[in-house]
């Protein structure tokens, strides 16, 4: 409400990004917010930038406009990251650069993957409750206890708990 206020008063000062799809049909790649503020306004049109982008690069560019936004969470990125295909994931070095990230913060994105998934679906309701550094500790922990993961795991979820309380 408060970005289509902004338009109305002064407009539009960068225009969204899409990508043909074919016959007349456009992909929305960055700049979700604008053109739903502009549907508020009851606008028919909007400036559009027209990108050639393949399906990966589409990707790319949408992660990267998100990651700007400043209300994410460490846990929303991995998310975004994490939908990526699986080419673009395996030169981490290269989708650090290209997502404007150094690569030592990608790795700690990347370390929810490996934690049990009782607390990845207590992330996708409360996002905020884990940082990077912390889902790294995490992955570390886990990766220390190979041999008793089962054992390391149940631990893991009693200090959850404790995390989700906000008691640790």
């Known amino acids: 409400?408060?970005?289509?206020?902004?338009i109305d008063e002064v407009g539009l000062l960068q225009p969204i990004s899409v990508r043909k799809l074919d016959n007349l049909k456009y992909e929305l790649i960055a700049s979700e917010r604008r053109l739903r503020a502009h549907e508020?306004?009851?606008?028919?049109t909007i400036e559009v930038i027209i990108i050639d982008a393949s399906d990966e690069e589409a990707s790319l560019l949408s992660l990267a406009e998100n990651l700007?936004?400043?209300?994410?969470?460490?846990?929303?990125?991995?998310v975004g990251l994490s939908v990526l295909d699986e080419k673009l994931k395996k030169n981490k070095q290269r989708l650090a650069k290209s997502l404007g990230l150094n690569r030592e913060d990608m790795y700690k994105y990347?370390?929810?993957?490996?934690?049990?998934?009782?607390?990845?679906?207590?992330?996708?309701?409360e996002p905020q409750l884990l940082g990077r550094t912390a889902a790294?500790?995490?992955?570390?922990?886990?990766?220390?206890?190979?041999?008793?993961?089962?054992?390391a795991e149940a631990?893991?979820?009693k200090a959850w708990q404790k995390v989700k309380n906000k008691s640790l």
């Open 1 to 6: 409400k408060e970005l289509s206020e902004s």
């Open 40 to 44: 508020l306004l009851q606008k028919s």
């Open 68 to 78: 700007k936004r400043q209300d994410l969470t460490d846990y929303e990125i991995f």
């Open 110 to 125: 990347l370390s929810y993957e490996k934690l049990p998934k009782e607390i990845l679906a207590d992330l996708d309701q």
């Open 136 to 151: 790294t500790a995490f992955k570390k922990f886990l990766s220390d206890h190979l041999e008793q993961l089962s054992n």
């Open 155 to 157: 631990v893991l979820i």
